[in-house]
Every structure is written in C-alpha cells, then in structure tokens.
C-alpha cells in the first residue's frame, strides 16, 4: 500500500553537496512546515493540555482550572451517553463497511470482464461517491426514508405499510448504513484498478488446472487482490467512525431518536460547541485519535497474515 | 459455459477467442448492472422529481415524476430565508475557489520538496507528512477554533479565514502525496538537462516541475473544489453569521423549520446545490476515476 513507501533513495551524488539545494528544500517546505506547527501539531497540544482541564470558551484563560483526568474519568466511567456513541459509531462502521466494501467487490467483479460501456457504468457507480457526503443528499436520503418518502412508496406497491424509519429509533441508524453502502462506487473503482492487475496468466493455469469460477475467484482473485481489500477496509473504516454530515442532517444535529444516531464525531461536537465543555471535549478527541491509531496498528499487524504480496515491490 | 484451453505460447489478447473466457453470458450480466444502475440512480431521479412537484403531489403522487411540472420550488427555496441563496452560493464559490488555489500552490511546492530535493531530515519530514493523512479533522477542531478564535479571526470582518488559512499550508496531506507521486513520474533527465543549463532548484522549478505538473494540479483542483464545495463539518463550525453561510450550512436551516411545506424548496436548493459537483462529474468523469486510482494505489 501506498502509505507506507518511503521517498524514493536519492542517486549517488555526482558532484559536491549543493548547499543551496539544502536551504531550497526548506523554502519550498516552509509553508507546509509552518501548517504542520500552526495547523496541526501546536493545535495538537493544545488539545491535550485542555483534556486535563475544566475549560470552555467563556471562562478566561487564567482562570481555567486543571482537573487531572477527571475528564478522562468521567467519560470511561459516569458518562453512559459516551459509551452509547461508542456503541453507534462501532456498530456503524462493523456492518456498514463489509458491506459497502463487499458491494463494491461484487460490482467490479461484474465490471471487470472488457466490454464497451465498462466505462459509463463505472462512472455511474462513482457518481454517488462524489455526493453522498453532503449536507444536500443527506437531507434527500432522511426524507427518502420518511413517512411519505419514496422507500415508503415502493414498499406500498408490494402492500406493505411503511413507516418513518428515521423517526423510529431502532431503524434510524439502519438508513445511515444504506446510504454509506450506496456510495460503494469509491473502493470499487480501486478494485477495478486491483484486478486489471492480476496477470491473466494465473487464470489461465489454473484452468489448465481444472479450476471452475469459485475457486479460481477463491484462489487467483483474493489473493492477488489483498493488498487491494486491505487498503479498501482501512480506509473506509477510518472513514466510517468518522460519519457526521448525514447523522447531524437526520437528527438535526442531537443524535437522536433516543441518541440511535449519536456517532461519535456528532457527540464530540455536540460535547465542544453546543455544550461549551471543550476540555472534555480534547479528551474525547484523543481518546478517539488512540483508538484509530490502534485499530490501524492492530489491522497493520494482522494484514501479515492474511494480504498476500506478490514479490517485495508492493511492500 | 465455455472453457477455452489456452493454446502454448499465444501471446495473451491475441484475438478475441483468448477474451471468451468462462464468466460469459454477457446478457445476464448486463442485466444485473442495469438493475444496480437503476437503484443507484433511483434517488437522485427522485429529488429532482420531488423538487419540481407542488406541495399536494409531493405528499400523495408516489410516482417519480410530477403530473404537473411545479418549477415555483425554485423561486421559493431562493428566497426562503433573510439572506437570499444567491449569497450563499457566492459564499460556497469564494471559500471552493480559493481553497482550490491555496492547495494548487502549498501542495505543489512542499511535494516538489519532497520529491525532488535533498535536504536535511526530507525522509522524517515525509514520514510526518503520511502520517497526517490519517490525521482525522474532528480531532483538532476544538483546539483550532480556540487558536483562531484568540487571534481573532473567528466571526471576524471576514470570517473565511479559519477556513482558508490551513489550505494556504498544504494541510491536506492527501494532494502533497498526490503530487510527490506525480512527480518521480517526471523523468530526472529534464532536471539534469536544465541544471547543466545553469538552473538551480527554482530555475528547475519553474521551468521543468510547474509545467509538467499540470495534470496532476487540474486533478487537485477538481477534488479540492469537490471536497470544499460539499464540506459541512469545519464550515458549520466556524460560521455564525446568516450572511457568511454557505450553502451546506444555509441547507440545514430548512430542517430547522420542520413545517412540511418546506419540502419541495428544500429539495429544489439540495439539486441546485449539487449541480456544480454534478457538472464536474459530466466533465471530468475519466479524470476523477483515474485520480483516486493514481493517488489511492502506489503510483
């Protein structure tokens, strides 16, 4: 996978150090350099700073009290509307990304034979992905899944008598993993690129082999496309803890009903700039930074045992 | 089915019996994809529908289009609010735009650093660099608000400075690697080429970098503008102003006021909102696809 490649080895220098080439490197880096300190890493700290303390943007700075890890405290064990948004967020992303990803196999795999049209398909697919994370089809997709909405209306063709499923706190969060799924066009364009990769070779031996289409898709295809899957489901599962618009749009920015929908960006948001408890707000949000760095780590080492590197130049 | 027995040493897309693997019934599969089109489509067709439909035929016609074309959505979602739509699509224009130029520039100069450059402690600063594209926005918003907020700037004269400022500083790790990728796609002999013309790193800059780079700055500016346009999160935050919205944050207004009668202009605002992105999808479709390919597998 891409992230892990390091900036390609400098050739051997053909003649003296270049100096200028040095200090060039740090006036075409300074503007990054400066968002990296301005932007992201004294943010960063400051963050961490306030998660020990009590303050909320109204309080002056001197008078902001550190409180140890109280709030750290609080959220593991007196908030239960923490461990709920946990809950949501967790069971978001544990069904609706093996799904989307699993769509967006099924599709490419469908796309993936050459024929004329491959391409106005593969575009179409896409087109969700490119809207589905607005404010505007969020607003569609609550109203699809209302009372009068048009889900509503399909089901009435076949006599059965729906209901607001996003009023309804058992089926709220159900329509949020729809449309996360309807946008399965992303990943599957990236294991359309994946399996133009496989060498029709290996296809072609394993026929020879007496090899039918199951287990040449369990044999050659997943195989040969794990690096691909493994980029897809890190990807999209950082993604998905990471679901606001459409929960803020459904739930009109509270989480519910009955907080069904409160991920936990919303609640963090809700926490920070509706409530004002920015310190407890930094703790959520390190908690939450810990919690990807570890599910990344934990898919990183895992991925040895199951993603299948055809030589060493992937890794 | 047909198995079709390769036959030693024909070089693989020889001709088309080679293509006739097994996985054939063209039709079938046709089918299939057409019926996953239609799902697909199905709600976007049905917001236009709904956003053309009265307020009666909203509630009761369940069909995809209206018996009676109701274009007044339009005019009455425009002027639904105290500040007219009009504003809040310049606002979205002004904040896309700009952002689209502030990545344009930061990213290129800090990947043309990065890939072509040697300098002091370049492989920590790129591991740095990666890690940030993991880095999720949520994390640092309540710090960020509170440091522009002390500077000022939030709800300032102009209150598109919190948003603006991170995309002038190649924030957005994700276009820097897109252009480091890029980039060691530019043949080194060009650099070679012009330094025994007596350029420096700017000279090689300005004169081989900057002009071959085109295509990958046309697929930064697109996504940039995509991402911006449709973004919610930051610019809920750090707008509070009616006249300073832009168009996502003016949308949420609409659920605000829950009275049904809202519904057929707030559908006719959520089209006129998405056609920009639409627009870009008609015309850059290939380049988009290719885009996250390049940049979401190695280059």
Redo the contacts between chains.
């Keep these: ?3 892990t ?4 080895p ?2 051997p ?1 053909p003649g003296p150090v270049r100096h ?7 006036v ?9 300190m ?3 890493a ?3 700290l ?2 961490l700073y ?1 998660s020990f303390t009590n ?1 909320d ?1 109204l309080t002056p700075w001197s008078e902001v009290q550190w409180v140890g890890l109280a709030n750290y405290e609080r959220m593991f064990t007196a908030d239960p509307s923490y461990w709920h948004s946990v809950r949501v967020t967790l069971t978001f992303a544990l069904i609706a990304v093996p799904l989307k990803l699993a769509a967006a196999l099924g ?1 490419a795999l ?2 993936n ?3 004329r049209g491959v ?1 106005l ?8 992905s ?2 589905g ?5 969020a ?3 609550v ?2 899944f209302n009372r ?1 909405g ?1 889900f509503n ?1 399909l089901l ?1 063709l076949f006599g059965i008598q729906g209901k607001p499923w996003v009023n309804d706190p058992d089926w709220a969060l159900e329509t949020l993993m729809v449309l996360a799924i ?1 946008q399965f066009g ?1 990943p599957m ?2 294991f359309l ?2 399996l133009k990769q496989v060498p ?2 290996l ?2 031996a394993a ?2 082999d007496g090899a039918g ?1 199951f287990r040449k898709f369990r044999n050659v295809t997943l195989p040969m496309l794990s690096p ?1 899957i493994f ?1 897809n489901l890190v ?1 999209e599962t ?1 993604n998905g ?2 679901g ?2 459409a929960a ?2 459904l739930s ?2 509270t989480g519910g009903p009955v907080d069904s929908t409160l991920m936990y ?1 919303l609640n ?2 809700i926490t ?2 509706t409530d004002l408890e ?1 310190g407890y ?2 703790a959520m ?2 908690v ?2 810990l919690a ?1 760095a570890v599910i ?1 780590a934990i898919f990183f080492s895992t991925g040895r045992f199951w993603v299948h590197y055809s030589d060493g130049e ?1 890794r | ?1 047909v ?4 036959t030693a040493g024909a070089p ?2 020889a001709g088309p019996t080679t ?1 006739r ?3 054939g019934r ?1 039709v079938l ?1 046709l089918l ?2 057409v019926a ?2 239609a799902v ?5 067709i ?2 236009v529908g ?1 956003s053309v439909k009265s307020q009666e035929e ?2 009761n016609n ?1 069909g995809l289009l209206p018996e009676r074309f109701t274009p007044g959505n339009y005019t009455a979602g425009w002027s639904n609010f105290d500040v007219s739509f009009g504003r809040f699509f310049l606002n979205s224009a002004m904040v896309s735009l700009l952002t689209v130029v502030g990545n344009g ?2 990213c290129l ?2 990947a ?4 072509r ?4 402690l ?2 920590m ?6 890690g ?5 926005s ?10 522009f ?1 002390t500077l000022g700037l939030v709800g300032g004269d102009w209150p598109y400075l919190p948003l603006l ?2 995309q ?4 957005e790790a994700f276009f ?2 897109l252009m ?2 890029f980039m ?1 796609g530019v043949p ?1 002999e060009l650099d070679e080429a012009a330094r025994i013309d007596g350029a ?3 000279g090689i ?1 300005r004169h081989v970098i900057l002009p071959l780079s085109r295509p990958a700055l046309v697929t930064t500016a697109i996504f940039s503008f ?1 991402w911006t ?2 973004d ?2 930051r610019q ?2 750090f707008l509070s102003q009616l006249e300073d919205y832009t ?3 003016a ?2 207004l ?3 006021s829950t009275s049904q009668s809202a ?1 057929g202009p ?2 006719a ?3 006129l ?2 056609l920009p ?2 627009l ?2 008609v015309a850059f ?2 380049m ?2 290719e885009g ?2 390049t ?5």
């Design positions: 996978m891409a992230l490649t390091a900036p390609e400098t050739r220098d200028s080439e040095g200090l060039a490197g740090y075409f880096l300074s503007p990054w350099l400066i968002g990296l301005g932007v992201t004294i943010p960063m400051l963050s306030l303050y943007i599709v469908l796309l034979r050459a024929w391409g398909f593969r575009g179409l697919f896409y087109l969700p490119l809207l994370g607005s404010v505007a089809l607003i569609v997709w109203n699809m009068d048009a209306s009435s309807w992303a364009v990236i690129a994946g029709t070779e296809y072609e026929s020879v289409r691909v980029f990807l950082i803890f990471q606001f618009t803020f749009v009109n920015g960006t963090l948001y920070g700039f920015m707000a930094s949000a390190w939450f930074l990807i990344t992937d | 089915m198995v079709v027995t390769p693989t897309g293509r693997r097994p996985g063209p599969r299939i994809l996953i089109v697909v489509l199905y709600p976007l049905w917001m709904t909203i509630v369940i520039i930061s100069l800090a043309y650093a990065f890939a450059l040697r300098f002091r370049r492989g600063w790129f591991a740095v660099m990666i940030t594209l993991l880095l999720p949520h994390v640092l918003i309540v710090p960020q608000y509170i440091l907020r400022i991170p002038f500083l190649a924030t820097v690697f480091v990728q060691r080194r420096g790193p700017y800059f995509i346009w449709n919610f999160f809920l935050v168009v996502p944050v949308l949420t609409f659920i605000d519904v707030m559908f605002m959520s089209v909102s998405l992105v639409f870009f999808f479709q290939r988009l696809v996250i390919n940049s979401g597998i190695k280059g």
